[in-house]
């Protein structure tokens, strides 16, 4: 059987916004960072795609990227663009040390994503206004406000399936199960064994292991997330009418992202 691999699939528009950081930003203050940022353009953000090209128009900070095409899909996307927009917004109030400058500056940000294969362009907007509301709501209510990035996320995600992952895999779904985000893989049967998932099985969650611990910021970002929810994430592989599966809890999670 060929190896099988975990799959990971988060938005990246944290990773844009962290690029740039504004310390007391006043106009040209942020003129400044953002030629610093485009002076390093094209930026990797590891899996999810790139960064190429940041400016301002007027008080709008808008940041060009490439996604890439194996993990997010423009076209299905733009379906329903509203879940992505409130990815983009709750990632940047979360995870982004500036954005009480932003507020307060009034700075909006845009994001032009285009798809790696397709060239699909999708256009998000997001003012001032809505990062001082969710901004507000984190304050309120901090544990209220992960459970929400989680499901938000989990919804960016289920936009993309099912979602080969190679010609024996397919993703078919990722959701919360209790106290676990769930991965749930399909397997050909014509081309997998039940004996074969069985000895593969510790392969694949060293390889998943390995991953959860690496430096891969869309990785790293959803494994924060969920160790700062209390939850594991279990690897879930279908294989007619039974299921293999293996998990990671919070702790594990914990022990990858110290090593």
Not at 16 to 27: F, P, V
Not at 121 to 149: C, G, M, P, Q, V
Not at 248 to 258: A, V, Y
């Amino acid at each position: 059987m060929k190896r099988l691999h975990y799959f990971g699939l988060l938005p990246l528009m944290a990773c844009l916004t962290m690029a740039i950081m504004m310390g007391g930003c006043k106009k040209m203050k942020l003129q400044h960072e953002i030629d610093r940022v485009n002076a390093k353009c094209p930026i990797d953000v590891g899996m999810a795609g790139r960064i190429y090209k940041v400016w301002l128009d007027d008080n709008t900070v808008v940041f060009e990227a490439q996604l890439n095409a194996d993990l997010m899909n423009v076209e299905k996307l733009k379906n329903n663009p509203n879940v992505m927009k409130e990815a983009s917004l709750l990632n940047v109030v979360d995870e982004n040390q500036s954005v009480e400058q932003m507020i307060a500056e009034k700075v909006d940000l845009k994001y032009i994503l285009t798809d790696s294969v397709s060239q699909e362009k999708l256009e998000l907007l997001i003012t001032s206004d809505e990062l001082a509301k969710a901004y507000h709501e984190k304050k309120n209510d901090e544990k209220k406000f992960t459970f929400r990035r989680i499901d938000n996320q989990i919804a960016v995600t289920q936009l993309q399936l099912p979602m080969a992952v190679d010609e024996a895999t397919m993703l078919i779904d990722f959701f919360r199960e209790g106290d676990n985000a769930v991965y749930l893989y399909e397997l050909n049967s014509d081309m997998v064994t039940l004996n074969t998932l069985d000895e593969s099985l510790p392969m694949i969650k060293d390889n998943a292991s390995h991953l959860l611990a690496g430096n891969d910021p869309s990785v790293s970002s959803m494994v924060n997330l969920l160790i700062k929810a209390n939850m594991g994430l279990t690897y879930r592989y279908r294989l007619g009418k039974t299921d293999k599966e293996f998990s990671f809890i919070p702790q594990d999670l914990k022990t990858l992202r110290n090593k």
